[in-house]
């Protein structure tokens, strides 16, 4: 098997490289240089480019309105397994050419899902063998696998949390098969997103039961894949809503009090998304911090949202002063746990070339590249740290200290401001931050 054979889909695209900024070549990296060492890290380590295998190569643009308007070359064959293999031919060129070195894919992504479970695995245990043979030959690796439990209309009711236990049973079918899988492609992680965990209407649901399920489904995927051998992380990632209107992950910190309430804190991390942060009224920067502070920062699916409407419309990044913002953290955090940056992110329905999704991830890496670079020089050459450091001094030594190391009872307290009525008032000097960032940038 060559990885480019007769069936170039991406022809008159070569394999993107850096150029630098100077270039006008739209087809080349401007800060994205995989080798380039920040922060004591090469660029390619830091982020761990990873191709969101459902929107590149099977999203065909549809939306409420109307259907898709892409033309994908590998969607010809009349055979499934053919079709499959095409998409993977189509992938494997893609994320080479793009010079990455890893995807990201449900197990409905890289085989379409047959009329029975065990009709769909055995098409997985061909397709399988197919992408690990592609797999060997490019180096190109697995971030994450998931499974699919949302699209199937079975699941209109929930997967985990379905009131119904057959269909609970069938989603825990579907997970073992795409655990199965991923391990087989050396999968470094695995991501769970609970798409229909929720509920449309409590007036029909019960709330705890379904909760207490969602974590029995994720401690028996964990003890099977531990027993597999799977060595990765499992990631939970939260979004508060769409498609159900309330999702039981809804954000950093609602995952982190389910993933403690259950005592899934030593196999589970989070996989924070920009424009579920945003849907949840959060920064993205927020749902970062929230997860570093818990200790679980695991991975990073990269979009961004629309300011000016409430749903996940996946765009691909390109707002630099957001990424900077995340950027300070990853620095500061010395990266994700496990993880990498997956582009959960797709084309607008009218960009219809074969060069578009190159322009896309192209324009994706850059704005992570070059936010890494502003964000090192605004921890490194500005006085940004030692301002924040400043900030939080009274806690460094003395009474404060004190306070921290829990030394200080409330009587203490009492005494402490009795003595001292008139505390100070002191800036938190904002504005000159914001300055400061927007001068490195
Ligand atoms: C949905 C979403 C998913 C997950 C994987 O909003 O982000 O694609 O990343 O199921
Ligand atoms: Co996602």
């Not at 695991?298 to 000016?308: H, K, L, M, P, W």
């Not at 921890?379 to 200080?408: H, M, P, Q």
């Amino acid at each position: 098997m060559i990885l480019i054979g007769d069936k170039e889909f991406y022809k008159g695209i070569n394999k993107i490289s850096y150029e630098g900024k100077k270039s006008d070549n739209p087809l080349a990296y401007k800060y994205y240089n995989p080798e380039k060492i920040i922060a004591g890290k090469k660029m390619k380590d830091h982020f761990k480019f990873a191709v969101a295998y459902w929107h590149s190569f099977c999203g065909l643009g549809s939306d409420p309105f109307g259907p898709g308007t892409q033309e994908f070359e590998w969607n010809k064959s009349g055979d499934p397994i053919q079709r499959a293999k095409d998409k993977a031919d189509a992938a494997f060129e893609f994320i080479t050419k793009m010079g990455f070195n890893y995807f990201c894919f449900h197990d409905v992504d890289i085989i379409e899902e047959a009329n029975t479970l065990s009709e769909t695995e055995k098409r997985l245990q061909i397709i399988r063998d197919y992408i690990k043979e592609k797999m060997r030959i490019s180096g190109v690796k697995v971030l994450w696998g998931t499974a699919n439990c949302f699209s199937n209309p079975i699941y209109m009711n929930g997967a985990a949390t379905n009131p119904e236990f057959n269909i609970v049973a069938r989603a825990g079918a579907q997970i073992k098969v795409a655990l199965d899988t991923t391990i087989f492609l050396n999968g470094e992680n695995y991501v769970f997103w609970g798409g229909r965990e929720g509920y449309m209407s409590l007036l029909n649901t019960k709330m705890g039961k379904e909760l207490d399920h969602m974590a029995q489904i994720l401690i028996l995927a964990r003890d099977y894949a531990r027993s597999q051998g799977f060595k990765g992380t499992f990631f939970i990632e939260p979004k508060p809503m769409e498609p159900m209107k309330h999702q039981y992950d809804f954000d950093a910190a609602a995952a982190i009090g389910f993933i403690n309430k259950y005592g899934l804190e030593k196999d589970f991390k989070l996989n924070i998304e920009v424009n579920h942060a945003t849907l949840a009224q959060h920064s993205f920067e927020h749902e970062l911090a929230f997860a570093a502070n818990s200790n679980m920062l695991g991975s990073i699916d990269a979009n961004r949202g629309d300011y000016q409407n409430g749903w996940d419309t996946d765009q691909f990044p390109n707002n630099i002063y957001e990424i900077t913002q995340a950027m300070i953290i990853l620095i500061k955090e010395g990266g994700l746990m496990g993880g990498g940056i997956n582009f959960d992110a797709k084309l607008r329905r009218n960009s219809t070339d074969n060069d578009d999704i190159f322009h896309a991830h192209i324009g994706g890496a850059d704005v992570f590249a070059r936010s890494l670079i502003i964000a090192d020089k605004i921890i490194n050459e500005s006085n940004y740290v030692s301002i924040l450091e400043n900030r939080y001094k009274s806690f460094d030594n003395g009474l404060g200290k004190k306070f921290e190391s829990g030394e200080l009872s409330l009587e203490d307290l009492y005494e402490i401001a009795h003595k001292n009525p008139d505390p100070k008032l002191i800036s938190g000097k904002q504005e000159l931050i914001e300055n400061l960032i927007n001068q490195y940038l």
